[in-house]
Nanobody, 119 residues
Framework: QVQLVESGGGLVQAGDSLRLSCTIS????????MGWFRQVPGKEREFVAR????????NYAESVKGRFTISRDNAKNTIYLQMDSLKSEDTAVYYC????????????WGQGTQVTVSS
């Protein structure tokens, strides 16, 4: 009942900034939490940031604290990931995901957007 589409990825140099967007369609009133994750081929998917849909409470992975900011615009059914001071280690496919009310897992995922940071 929920579909997610990420956008905003690209090729940038270390130190640059990038903003990812995730547009949500469907029953947004069932959303409890939205998150950003990233994955490098051959490695496990890594949590990056999350935000509660109603209250806007945020949480970040230690590796991105102070550099990345997650936000949401409920009226536009969109969440964002502002990425500053990008490092080559941030290179990955970035996914947005939804955790619905009264569910433990993120069970809706977008297709991902590639972020490549050259040094």
């Amino acid at each position: 009942q929920v579909q997610l589409v990420e956008s905003g990825g690209g090729l940038v140099q270390a130190g640059d900034s990038l903003r990812l967007s995730c547009t949500i369609s469907g029953h947004t009133f069932t959303i409890s939490t939205m998150g950003w994750f990233r994955q490098v081929p051959g490695k496990e998917r890594e949590f990056v940031a999350r935000i509660t849909w109603n209250g806007g409470s945020t949480n970040y992975a230690e590796s991105v604290k102070g550099r990345f900011t997650i936000s949401r615009d409920n009226a536009k059914n969109t969440i964002y990931l502002q990425m500053d001071s990008l490092k080559s280690e941030d290179t990955a496919v970035y996914y947005c995901a939804v955790r619905r009310i009264m569910r433990a897992n993120y069970d809706y995922w977008g297709q991902g957007t590639q972020v490549t940071v050259s040094s």
